[in-house]
């Protein structure tokens, strides 16, 4: 380890949660390289001041989590196409001296989709939620092929008929859901995505196992605890389920990439996670 310290982190607010220095430390030490990452509790009023200080000690890259996702981009000297379409941003590399912004919840919400060979074609999908994750897998989903509408439920209508809007400006179909119909519509959708932070707290799912399809796929990206009650009513109902700890591992394997331009080692990353939660049943 003789190059000089490089030090990366995590910027959001709550902070203490985050897995991601575990997971990123365990990279670093499996690869032997000289870096180190921290996670920092930044609150809504301290963005500005916060990325002049990580300027300042010439920071590596670092991540952005809630509630900073979107402002970050005010404070950065350039975004890509991504982070423009989607509007927000989670990694940002220190590229000599200029903040470049990424955003690789985009890339680590499809690739579970695509490791598992799923065809899109006819899919009616259902997303729960409408924040800034919803965006990033609205903007994934809008490259795949055959997709034939994305139904969206989220408790504020505002914000369901922006993303619907959003979604109809890809070219795609789509419709607002409400609680009226949210069942009836789950029943029907191969695709159903939960975005909202429903089931970290043990909290009951927003849709029963009777009205999920045996042929469905349930994505739930809360990845903490494995088995929220969403992801329990997907196997009740013999659907195939997608956990939120595989797209906390792939979203972190592209940052990482940003930053280091190597591939992590995945196997300490996920050693390290299931640690921490145990492996899923
Ligand atoms: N697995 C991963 O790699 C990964 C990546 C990114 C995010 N996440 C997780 O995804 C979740 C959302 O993140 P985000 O960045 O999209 O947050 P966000 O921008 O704050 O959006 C949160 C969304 O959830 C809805 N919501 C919040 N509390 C709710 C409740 N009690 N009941 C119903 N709906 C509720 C909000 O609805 P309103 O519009 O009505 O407020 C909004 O649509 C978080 O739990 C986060 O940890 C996981």
Same mark, same amino acid.
């Not at 034939?148 to 795609?172: C, P, V, Y």
């Not at 088995?227 to 196997?235: E, G, M, R, V």
């Given at each position: 380890?003789n190059?000089?310290l490089k030090?990366?982190c995590?910027?959001?607010?709550?902070?203490?949660?985050?897995?991601?220095?575990?997971?990123y430390?365990?990279?670093?030490?499996?690869?032997?390289l000289n870096c180190?990452?921290?996670?920092?509790?930044v609150?809504?009023?301290?963005?500005?001041?916060?990325?002049?200080?990580?300027?300042?000690? /010439? +920071?590596?890259? %670092? #991540?952005?989590?809630?509630?900073?996702?979107? *402002?970050?981009? &005010?404070?950065?000297?350039y975004?890509?196409?991504?982070?423009?379409?989607?509007?927000a941003?989670?990694?940002?590399?220190?590229?000599?001296g200029?903040?470049?912004?990424?955003?690789?919840?985009?890339?680590?919400?499809?690739?579970?989709l695509?490791?598992?060979?799923?065809?899109?074609?006819?899919?009616?999908?259902l997303?729960?939620?409408?924040g800034?994750?919803?965006?990033?897998?609205?903007v994934a989903l809008?490259?795949e092929?055959?997709i034939? /509408? +994305?139904?969206? %439920? #989220?408790?504020?209508?505002?914000?369901?008929? *922006?993303?619907? &809007?959003?979604?109809?400006?890809?070219?795609?179909e789509?419709?607002?859901?409400?609680?009226n119909?949210?069942?009836?519509?789950?029943?029907?959708?191969?695709?159903?995505?939960?975005?909202?932070?429903?089931?970290?707290?043990?909290?009951?799912?927003?849709?029963?196992?009777?009205n999920?399809?045996?042929?469905?796929?349930?994505?739930?990206?809360?990845?903490?605890?494995i088995?929220?009650?969403?992801?329990?009513?997907?196997?009740t109902?013999?659907?195939?389920?997608?956990?939120?700890?595989?797209?906390?591992?792939?979203?972190?394997?592209?940052?990482?990439?940003?930053?280091?331009?190597?591939?992590?080692?995945?196997?300490?990353?996920?050693?390290?996670l299931?640690?921490?939660?145990?492996?899923?049943?």
């Open positions: 380890m190059a000089e030090t990366y995590i910027i959001g607010d709550p902070i203490d949660h985050s897995f991601s220095p575990a997971i430390n365990a990279a670093f030490n499996s690869l032997g180190t990452y921290i996670a920092f509790r609150q809504k009023d301290e963005l500005r001041d916060s990325l002049d200080s990580l300027r300042a000690i /010439n +920071i590596g890259g %670092f #991540n952005v989590t809630m509630p900073h996702k979107i *402002k970050v981009l &005010n404070y950065v000297d975004y890509d196409k991504t982070v423009e379409m989607v509007g941003a989670n990694t940002v590399n220190n590229d000599h200029k903040f470049r912004a990424y955003n690789t919840d985009v890339i680590g919400f499809i690739k579970p695509h490791e598992r060979k799923i065809s899109f074609n006819g899919f009616n999908v997303i729960l939620g409408a800034g994750a919803a965006r990033a897998i609205v809008a490259h092929k055959g034939a /509408n +994305i139904n969206i %439920f #989220n408790r504020n209508t505002d914000g369901s008929e *922006k993303l619907s &809007n959003m979604i109809k400006k890809m070219g795609l789509s419709s607002i859901v409400s609680n119909n949210i069942q009836q519509v789950a029943s029907k959708s191969h695709l159903i995505i939960n975005t909202t932070p429903l089931g970290m707290k043990n909290e009951k799912s927003l849709i029963n196992s009777t999920i399809r045996t042929d469905a796929i349930v994505y739930d990206i809360v990845y903490k605890p088995n929220t009650d969403l992801i329990k009513n997907a196997k109902a013999g659907a195939e389920v997608v956990y939120g700890y595989e797209m906390l591992l792939k979203q972190a394997i592209a940052s990482f990439k940003i930053w280091i331009q190597k591939d992590p080692p995945l196997d300490s990353m996920k050693k390290v299931f640690g921490m939660f145990g492996e899923p049943v």
